[in-house]
């Protein structure tokens, strides 16, 4: 449906090129997160050591799990999508040292599941195609996921969630207008840098 190769490759590789150099041996700040499709573990690669090491890391992130599709093999694991295993990375920033987060969404916040009944499908889709050890790490991923919204996560680090207005404009999991695209996302920003602001007003006040 999507070839995830080619936003690694032609747009994040070339059309909005990154910017590699800065993040070369970067273990604090830079973790790209893959799932690893035997284990069912979310995978932290960072430490990077040339561009074509994180455009490879990239490019596994973003593989979607499918027929046939067996990820990108790094080291000695198979690569997939990180959001399988760990769609919000909060355990990449613990084993970072974080101690705080600010976890942006970027849908309204009474668009977020409460329930884990959409998840059926694609918990079934991976362990037919993966083996169950997949289906349990996207199990955990999603209870984690929960957690977060709900502020309940019992993670030892503090998180502060923000969502975007619930007058905002509607987008849905396949929205492809970028008018709607663009505006979700400068929603969401501000939602980040507002939280960011209160938090560093509160500690300077302090």
Not at 46 to 68: D, Q, T, Y
Not at 149 to 168: C, D, K, M, Q, W
Not at 176 to 203: F, H, M, N, P, Y
Request: hydrophobic share 40%.
């Amino acid at each position: 449906m999507v070839d995830t190769d080619y936003i690694a490759d032609a747009i994040i590789g070339k059309k909005r090129a990154i910017n590699a150099e800065n993040l070369l041996g970067d273990t604090a700040s830079f973790t790209v997160v893959t799932s690893n499709a035997k284990t069912g573990d979310p995978i932290f690669l960072s430490n990077f050591k040339n561009r074509g090491e994180i455009l490879n890391a990239l490019r596994a992130s973003l593989r979607v799990p499918g027929i046939r599709e067996t990820g990108v093999k790094i080291g000695e694991s198979m690569n997939l999508d990180g959001g399988i295993t760990s769609p919000i990375s909060i355990t990449s920033a613990i084993a970072a040292g974080a101690t705080h987060a600010v976890v942006v969404g970027t849908q309204r916040l009474g668009d977020y599941p409460t329930s884990r009944t959409d998840d059926t499908f694609e918990a079934k889709m991976l362990s037919a195609l993966y083996g169950r050890k997949l289906k349990n790490g996207f199990d955990r991923g999603q209870e984690l996921r929960s957690s977060i919204y709900v502020g309940n996560s019992n993670l030892p680090l503090h998180i502060e969630f923000v969502a975007r207005a619930s007058t905002s404009i509607y987008c849905s999991w396949h929205t492809i207008d970028k008018a709607i695209l663009k505006e979700v996302e400068s929603d969401a920003a501000c939602a980040g840098k507002d939280l960011v602001s209160k938090i560093t007003k509160s500690r300077n006040s302090i």
